[in-house]
């Protein structure tokens, strides 16, 4: 599959900060503050939106890598904003900048990676991994 996506695209999505997204429900924290791991997979969700309409039927992206630094604290109901864009393509390795914002003030940043797999493909892989 010879797949060139364009580069510089870009994607922003709002999110308000729930109780399911804070560090003492997931675990990851004794404060009530968005967790880590919550504005991770926010990441994670806006950079595969941003390229799934572009992908081959039966095609989609897995998260191979995510480096950020969580900057600020959040509180709950805040809204936020996750912007992701498409720096880099490897073949089927996709490289976004992400950047997260609560009003003006940057609460994360980062650098995320995605492969681009076959679904089925992919599933066939699991289920034999599953079967060792």
């Known amino acids: 599959m010879a ?8 994607m922003e999505q709002l999110y308000v900060v729930s109780e399911k997204d804070l560090a003492t ?3 990851s924290g004794d404060v009530d503050v968005l967790a880590t791991p919550a504005m991770i997979a926010m990441i994670e969700n806006v950079a595969k939106s941003l390229v799934e309409d572009k992908l081959p ?3 989609t992206t897995v998260g191979i890598r995510i480096d950020v630094r969580h900057i600020n604290p959040v509180p709950l109901g805040a809204k936020i904003t996750v912007k992701v864009r498409l720096e880099k393509q490897e073949d089927k390795k996709l490289i976004f900048k992400a950047e997260v914002f ?3 003030l940057k ?5 995320h990676e995605r492969y681009v797999v076959k679904k089925d493909r992919f599933m066939d892989k ?3 991994l599953a079967l060792r």
């Open 3 to 10: 797949l060139q996506l364009p580069i510089g695209i870009e």
């Open 126 to 128: 699991v289920k034999k």
């Open 25 to 27: 429900v997931i675990g």
């Open 57 to 59: 039927a039966g095609y």
């Open 107 to 111: 609460i994360g940043e980062g650098t």
């Open 102 to 104: 609560w009003r003006e």
